[in-house]
C-alpha cells in the first residue's frame, strides 16, 4: 500500500460500535435468558435477509420512513435495510400462506439513520430480539396474555423482578376516546402520536402541541385530558365501564371488553401486578389495531425533563425530526433522553394484508431492545462494581517448566492439549517453544483460567502430569498442585471442574450463567 | 392502504433467502457445534457492524472488490456492506492496539453481489464462522497448527470423519517457485490466481491462460508445471527440499521449513493424515503471507467439468466477472459449479499495519462456510431419507376434554401451563376458549410434542390432571395416560423428560442436539 494510505478514518460508522471481550459475552447471556424463555413458549427461529426489497418496507413507518437506510442502485433491485423484524415477518407469513399459525422468534440487528446516544443504547445499527404469534381463529386475548406472560419471565429471568412495569393500552380504545371527545377522523393518527409524548412531557406541553401546531379544538383537548391521565388496573377499568357516553362508541366498547377478557387471563397467568393500564400509552407505529404495551424500568425517563428545554423546544417545533438526521453528536450525555422503553409491541391484525390480502392473518407480538437492556445492566454492575464475566471459558492452561537444558516441551505440551480437546476440555497453551514459566501463569492469570496442568521433563517420564488450582491461599495443601497419571488426566480435570463449580456456585456450569445474569438485581 | 398497492413483488431480494423452521434448526445446531469447538481453543466472540466506513474496505480484495455493496449516500459517511469478517477484524485490531494478543471468533453474515447458485449454498448474503489468532511475538507455525487442529474438530463433530481433506500449502513456497521457474515479479500474483483454478479447470486451460491470456513465456509454464501438479504429505516436503534450485530461493526455503515445523506439529495434535500438502492450492486474495488451506469434501467439486464447457469458456475469458454479475439466474442447476471449499484460510501477516503501522500484528485463521456446509448436510439427509428436526421444542401439550356443558376450562389451562412455565418446562396450549379434543392432539402431534397434560372437571375437583406420552402403541399400559397430582406435576414430567431421552438417545437433551447432526455422516 502506498503510505498516503494511511490516512484511514480508523472507526465504525457513526451509530454502530463493535462488542468485544465481557461486553460481548454480557450480551450474549442476555440472548440466552431471552431465548430460553422464546423457546419454553414454542417459539420457533425464523431469519431473514438484512436487506429487504424497497417496496416492502414502503409506507409501514409513517414519518420515520426517512429514518431507513437505503442500499446503492448498482443495477438490478433496489433494497434498504430492515428497519424492525415485524414487518419481514409480515412479508414471510405473506409468502407462506399456508402457515395458518406460528409462534417465531428472531434475535437480529435492525437500522435506523436516527441521532444516537450510544452510552444509552440508542444506536443506528441494534439488536432487537421478537416473539410474535401469528394465527387465524384464535379466540380473542389468549395468545396476547401468553405473550403478555413471556415478557414477564423474560425480565424475572433478567433478575429485574418487582423492578419494572408493563404499561398497557388498547388501540380500539384510544380511538374510541378520541372519537367520543370529538376528534376528526382525519386527526385521530397525529393527535395520538402527540398523547404518546406523555412519558417526556407534561400535559401542557402536549395541548399545546394538539391546539397550536395541530389544529385541535381547545375544548376537544380538554376533554381528551380527563382520559389520557388516567391510569390503574381493574378499577380503571370498571370506572370506564361505568361511562355511558364511552360505552355508547363501538370501538371503545370492544376495547373495553377485550381489555376484561385480558385481565382475566393475566389473573390466571400470574402477572396481572406487573401491568399498569396506561390511557396516555399510544405508540407511534401505524400497523397496531388491538392492545399495545411497552415495558419501562429505572433509566426509561428522562433523568429531568425540564433540565433540557432545548431539547423542548426542539421536539416541540416541527425541526425535530431534521434536527435528529443533521446534528451529528453523540448525545449519550443529554439528560433529557432516557434509553425509553426496554420492550414494545402490540397485536396488528392488519399488516400481513397490506402484502396479500389472500394471507391475512393476526398477529400479536413483543420487541426486547437488547442494547438498552444490556446498557441498564451494565451500569448497575459498574455501580455495584461486580465482578466482569470472564471474556473466554479456558478451564486449563497447559504450561511447562525445567531448569538448565530446558527443551520447552512444545511437543508434549500439544500432545496434552490435543488430549484435553478430545475429552471436550476447553485448554490453551503458550505459543512459544520455551516460554518462561512466569510467562504462563501471566497469561493463564489474565485469561482468568482455574486449573494449570504443568509439565516437566521428569514427571513425564513417569507419565504423571502437575494438575494445580490457580488461586489457591499459601498453606492450602494443594497449592502446590498434585501429581496426576496423563492417561487420567481428562477425568481428573472434569472432576475437579465439577467440584469447583459446585463449591464456587454451589450449580452446574449453565446454570452459572443464568446466576450470573441473576445476579444482577435492579 | 390503497388497492393498487397490493401489487408488491413478494419475495427477498436476489441471492437472500429466508431461514425457518426445521433448515433455521439445522443451521443453528451446526453453529453449534462449531461455537463450541472454538470456546474449547479460547476463543472470545467479536461482533463488528454490517457496514464499515468505505474506505476501510477499499483495496482490500483486489477484483472482487466490485462485488462489494455499498449503502446509498443519504448524507453524512459513505459506507459499505462487509464483504468478510477478516477486514472488520484487522480493523478492530489497528482500534485497539493495547491487544497483543487474542483469539477471537465471530458468527455473521457477510455480503457479495456475486451470482447466486441458491441451492448449492452460494448466496449473496451469506453467514461465515470465523476463528482468527492475533499474536505478536509467537513462535512460527504454533498458532497456524493449531488453527489446522480446529477445523479437524469441527468437521469430526459435524460427523464427516474422514470424508473431507484439508488443501494446504505456503504462499511463501509458491512465490519461491514462481521465481525460480522465471515468472516476472509483476506477473506473480496474477500466474498464482491461474494456478488457483486448478481444482476446477485442467492443466491445458490454466497454461492456455498463462500463456496465451497473461503473456506468459510458455518454457515458463511448462517448469511451472512440474511443480503445481504436485500434492502429497512428508513425501512431497522431503522431495523439495532435495531440490537445490528450490532450495536456493530465500521465500522457498523459509516456506519449506515452516512446512516442516507445521507437519511436525500437526503429528503433536494428531491430525497429519488429514492434510494434503498440494501445491496447486494459491487462495485468491491478496493478503495471505504464509500458510494458506482450504477443506474439501464430497460435493465440493464441480460434477464434471467438461459438461459444461460455456461456463468454462465463460470462464478462460476476460468476460467472466462481468457476466457473474450481470446474468439474473440463479445458478444453482448448472454442473460446472459445485460448493467449493467448505472453509478457508491462512496467515495475514501485513493486514493489520494497511490500517495503522503503530497496530501491526501478526494473524492466522479460517473462515467455515456454514451455508455450504448446511447445504452438503441436507442434501445427505433428504438422501438418506433422515427424520426431520423439530422446528420447535416444547414438552408438553397442555388439553382440555369434558361432555356436555364443557366450559373449555381455558383458566384451568393457563393455569397450569404457568406452573410448567415457572418450572422452565417447555409447554404450550391451544388458543380457543373451548377447543374440540382431537383438534388439540393434532396440533401436539404437528408439533411433535412428547408429551399432553390432559385436564378434566372431575379430575381437577380431586386436584389431579392426566399425563400421556404421546404415539404410545395399542395395549401400552399407559396409553391412555396416567393420573398426576398437580402439586407433583412439574417434577414428574421433568422425570418423564429424562426417562424419555435416555430410553430414546440414551443421552440428554444436550448431547441429543449433538447426536443428531453427527449422526449425519458423510
Same mark, same amino acid.
Not at 434536527?323 to 453523540?330: H, I, K, N, T
Given at each position: 500500500?502506498?503510505?498516503?494510505?494511511?490516512?484511514?478514518?480508523?472507526?465504525?460508522?457513526?451509530?454502530?460500535?463493535?462488542?468485544?471481550?465481557?461486553?460481548?459475552?454480557?450480551?450474549?447471556?442476555?440472548?440466552?435468558?431471552?431465548?430460553?424463555?422464546?423457546?419454553?413458549?414454542?417459539?420457533?427461529?425464523?431469519?431473514?435477509?438484512?436487506?429487504?426489497?424497497?417496496?416492502?418496507?414502503?409506507?409501514?413507518?409513517?414519518?420515520?420512513?426517512?429514518?431507513?437506510?437505503?442500499?446503492?442502485?448498482?443495477?438490478?433491485?433496489?433494497?434498504?435495510?430492515?428497519?424492525?423484524?415485524?414487518?419481514?415477518?409480515?412479508?414471510?407469513?405473506?409468502?407462506?400462506?399456508?402457515?395458518?399459525?406460528?409462534?417465531?422468534?428472531?434475535?437480529?440487528?435492525?437500522?435506523?439513520?436516527?441521532?444516537?446516544?450510544?452510552?444509552?443504547?440508542?444506536?443506528?445499527?441494534?439488536?432487537?430480539?421478537?416473539?410474535?404469534?401469528?394465527?387465524?381463529?384464535?379466540?380473542?386475548?389468549?395468545?396476547?396474555?401468553?405473550?403478555?406472560?413471556?415478557?414477564?419471565?423474560?425480565?424475572? &429471568?433478567?433478575?429485574?423482578?418487582?423492578?419494572?412495569?408493563?404499561?398497557?393500552?388498547?388501540?380500539?380504545?384510544?380511538?374510541?376516546?378520541?372519537?367520543?371527545?370529538?376528534?376528526?377522523?382525519?386527526?385521530?393518527?397525529?393527535?395520538?402520536?402527540?398523547?404518546?409524548?406523555?412519558?417526556?412531557?407534561?400535559?401542557?406541553?402536549?395541548?399545546?402541541?394538539?391546539?397550536?401546531?395541530?389544529?385541535?379544538? %381547545?375544548?376537544?383537548?380538554?376533554?381528551? &385530558?380527563?382520559?389520557?391521565?388516567?391510569?390503574?388496573?381493574?378499577?380503571?377499568?370498571?370506572?370506564?365501564?361505568?361511562? &355511558?357516553?364511552?360505552?355508547?362508541?363501538?370501538?371503545?366498547?370492544?376495547?373495553?371488553?377485550?381489555?376484561?377478557?385480558?385481565?382475566?387471563?393475566?389473573?390466571?397467568?400470574?402477572?396481572?401486578?406487573?401491568?399498569?393500564?396506561?390511557?396516555?400509552?399510544?405508540?407511534?407505529?401505524?400497523?397496531?389495531?388491538?392492545?399495545?404495551?411497552?415495558?419501562?424500568?429505572?433509566?426509561?425517563?428522562?433523568?429531568?425533563?425540564?433540565?433540557?428545554?432545548?431539547?423542548?423546544?426542539?421536539?416541540?417545533?416541527?425541526?425535530?425530526?431534521?434536527?435528529?438526521?443533521?446534528?451529528?453528536?453523540?448525545?449519550?450525555?443529554?439528560?433529557?433522553?432516557?434509553?425509553?422503553?426496554?420492550?414494545?409491541?402490540?397485536?396488528?391484525? &392488519?399488516?400481513?394484508?397490506?402484502?396479500?390480502?389472500?394471507?391475512?392473518?393476526?398477529?400479536?407480538?413483543?420487541?426486547?431492545?437488547?442494547?438498552?437492556?444490556? %446498557?441498564?445492566?451494565?451500569?448497575?454492575?459498574?455501580?455495584?462494581?461486580?465482578?466482569?464475566?470472564?471474556?473466554?471459558?479456558?478451564?486449563?492452561?497447559?504450561?511447562?517448566?525445567?531448569?538448565?537444558?530446558?527443551?520447552?516441551?512444545?511437543?508434549?505440551?500439544?500432545?496434552?492439549?490435543?488430549?484435553?480437546?478430545?475429552?471436550?476440555?476447553?485448554?490453551?497453551?503458550?505459543?512459544?517453544?520455551?516460554?518462561?514459566?512466569?510467562?504462563?501463569?501471566?497469561?493463564?492469570?489474565?485469561?482468568?483460567?482455574?486449573?494449570?496442568?504443568?509439565?516437566?521433563?521428569?514427571?513425564?517420564?513417569?507419565?504423571?502430569?502437575?494438575?494445580?488450582?490457580?488461586?489457591?491461599?499459601?498453606?492450602?495443601?494443594?497449592?502446590?498442585?498434585?501429581?496426576?497419571?496423563?492417561?487420567?488426566?481428562? %477425568?481428573?480435570?472434569? %472432576?475437579?471442574?465439577?467440584?469447583?463449580?459446585?463449591?464456587?456456585?454451589?450449580?452446574?456450569?449453565?446454570?452459572?450463567?443464568?446466576?450470573?445474569?441473576?445476579?444482577?438485581?435492579?
Amino acid at each position: 500500500m502506498p503510505k498516503e494510505k494511511l490516512s484511514f478514518n480508523l472507526k465504525t460508522p457513526k451509530g454502530t460500535k463493535d462488542w468485544a471481550g465481557p461486553d460481548a459475552l454480557l450480551r450474549d447471556r442476555i440472548f440466552t435468558t431471552i431465548t430460553n424463555v422464546f423457546k419454553r413458549h414454542g417459539g420457533t427461529a425464523l431469519d431473514t435477509p438484512v436487506f429487504e426489497l424497497r417496496e416492502i418496507l414502503a409506507g409501514k413507518y409513517g414519518e420515520d420512513s426517512k429514518l431507513i437506510y437505503d442500499l446503492q442502485d448498482q443495477g438490478g433491485e433496489l433494497c434498504s435495510l430492515r428497519y424492525d423484524l415485524t414487518v419481514p415477518f409480515a412479508r414471510w407469513l405473506a409468502m407462506n400462506p399456508d402457515v395458518r399459525s406460528i409462534k417465531r422468534y428472531h434475535i437480529a440487528k435492525v437500522y435506523r439513520r436516527d441521532q444516537p446516544a450510544m452510552t444509552k443504547g440508542r444506536m443506528r445499527e441494534f439488536y432487537q430480539c421478537d416473539f410474535d404469534i401469528a394465527g387465524a381463529n384464535f379466540d380473542p386475548m389468549v395468545p396476547d396474555a401468553e405473550v403478555l406472560r413471556l415478557i414477564t419471565e423474560v425480565f424475572d &429471568e433478567l433478575g429485574w423482578k418487582g423492578d419494572y412495569t408493563i404499561k398497557v393500552n388498547h388501540r380500539k380504545v384510544l380511538d374510541g376516546v378520541f372519537e367520543v371527545c370529538g376528534v376528526p377522523k382525519e386527526k385521530i393518527r397525529t393527535i395520538s402520536s402527540a398523547v404518546d409524548k406523555l412519558d417526556k412531557l407534561p400535559w401542557v406541553d402536549v395541548r399545546k402541541e394538539m391546539v397550536d401546531e395541530k389544529g385541535l379544538d %381547545s375544548t376537544v383537548a380538554d376533554k381528551i &385530558e380527563t382520559y389520557v391521565v388516567r391510569k390503574g388496573a381493574r378499577d380503571l377499568l370498571d370506572s370506564l365501564k361505568g361511562d &355511558e357516553t364511552l360505552l355508547a362508541n363501538g370501538n371503545a366498547k370492544t376495547g373495553l371488553e377485550e381489555m376484561g377478557l385480558l385481565m382475566d387471563y393475566l389473573e390466571a397467568f400470574n402477572v396481572l401486578d406487573k401491568i399498569s393500564f396506561d390511557m396516555s400509552l399510544a405508540r407511534g407505529l401505524d400497523y397496531y389495531t388491538g392492545v399495545i404495551y411497552e415495558v419501562v424500568t429505572e433509566g426509561s425517563a428522562p433523568a429531568t425533563s425540564s433540565s433540557a428545554p432545548e431539547a423542548q423546544k426542539l421536539q416541540r417545533s416541527g425541526k425535530k425530526e431534521k434536527a435528529r438526521v443533521d446534528v451529528d453528536e453523540d448525545r449519550s450525555n443529554d439528560p433529557s433522553i432516557g434509553v425509553g422503553s426496554v420492550a414494545a409491541g402490540g397485536r396488528y391484525d &392488519e399488516l400481513v394484508g397490506m402484502f396479500s390480502s389472500k394471507a391475512q392473518i393476526p398477529c400479536v407480538g413483543i420487541s426486547f431492545g437488547v442494547d438498552r437492556i444490556f %446498557s441498564i445492566i451494565k451500569a448497575r454492575m459498574e455501580r455495584e462494581k461486580s465482578e466482569a464475566l470472564r471474556s473466554s471459558e479456558v478451564d486449563v492452561y497447559v504450561m511447562a517448566f525445567g531448569g538448565k537444558g530446558f527443551t520447552g516441551l512444545l511437543k508434549e505440551r500439544m500432545h496434552i492439549c490435543r488430549t484435553l480437546w478430545d475429552a471436550g476440555i476447553k485448554a490453551e497453551f503458550f505459543y512459544k517453544t520455551k516460554p518462561k514459566l512466569p510467562q504462563q501463569f501471566k497469561a493463564a492469570e489474565a485469561g482468568s483460567v482455574p486449573f494449570a496442568v504443568i509439565l516437566g521433563e521428569d514427571e513425564l517420564a513417569a507419565g504423571e502430569v502437575r494438575i494445580k488450582e490457580m488461586g489457591l491461599p499459601e498453606g492450602h495443601p494443594e497449592k502446590d498442585g498434585v501429581l496426576v497419571k496423563i492417561a487420567m488426566l481428562p %477425568s481428573e480435570v472434569k %472432576s475437579r471442574l465439577e467440584q469447583r463449580n459446585t463449591k464456587v456456585n454451589g450449580d452446574t456450569d449453565e446454570e452459572v450463567v443464568a446466576g450470573k445474569v441473576q445476579a444482577l438485581e435492579v
